[in-house]
């Protein structure tokens, strides 16, 4: 499989119809304590964590990893999108042969309800299919986020499995890699 670890990071800014997917930068921090102390953000995964320890531990310029892009709508931060390799502690392989990547999302209230998770989520997965070709990647969700339910749907992961977990059930969705092109 191809590592993410090995891709070239970071990317040139990724464009779409609204949207710009990019790596962090300093400017972001702010809206980054807004995402991770947001009650409405949070409602789902577990709540959301003190503002002020966030002011205290975030840093400068966070979320400084590979495949990991800041949404940017008119030059403001607005969410951000993940696809990373699949965490070991999380439920089982895919397809124990290649491994997978898992995609995970933010996005801050005001931007809900727009488009705009669905079009930064298939930039996002449009680009590591190109850089890691047939690595399958699954979602997790709560059931109970119909709107996470939605959207995982509309990107094209179907069920897997459901799961209980954190007092809650979970949903496990996949979405399987495109074929190569005949040569």
């Not at 400084?64 to 931060?77: I, K, Q, S």
């Not at 309800?113 to 850089?131: M, S, V």
């Not at 070709?133 to 990107?155: D, E, F, H, I």
Request: with cysteine; net charge negative.
């Amino acid at each position: 499989m191809t590592e993410l670890d090995t891709v070239a990071w970071p990317v040139g800014p990724i464009r779409t119809e609204r949207l710009v997917l990019r790596e962090s930068e300093a400017r972001d921090r702010a809206a980054f304590i807004e995402l991770f102390s947001s009650s409405q953000v949070h409602t789902y995964l577990g709540g959301p964590q003190p503002r002020d320890e966030l002011e205290r531990t975030v840093p400068e310029t966070p979320g400084r990893r590979p495949g990991h892009f800041v949404t940017e709508l008119d030059g403001a931060m607005i969410g951000t999108v993940e696809v990373r390799r699949h965490e070991g502690e999380r439920r089982g392989q895919v397809r124990p042969d290649t491994g997978e990547a898992e995609l995970s999302y933010l996005f801050l209230p005001q931007a809900w309800g727009c488009g705009y998770a669905a079009e930064a989520c298939t930039a996002a997965l449009d680009w590591f299919a190109a850089a890691c070709p047939g690595v399958p990647v699954v979602l997790y969700t709560q059931t109970a986020n119909s709107r996470s339910m939605r959207l995982a749907a509309k990107l094209g992961f179907t069920e897997l499995e459901k799961f209980h977990k954190w007092d809650a059930e979970q949903w496990m969705g996949v979405r399987a890699p495109a074929a190569p092109l005949a040569g």
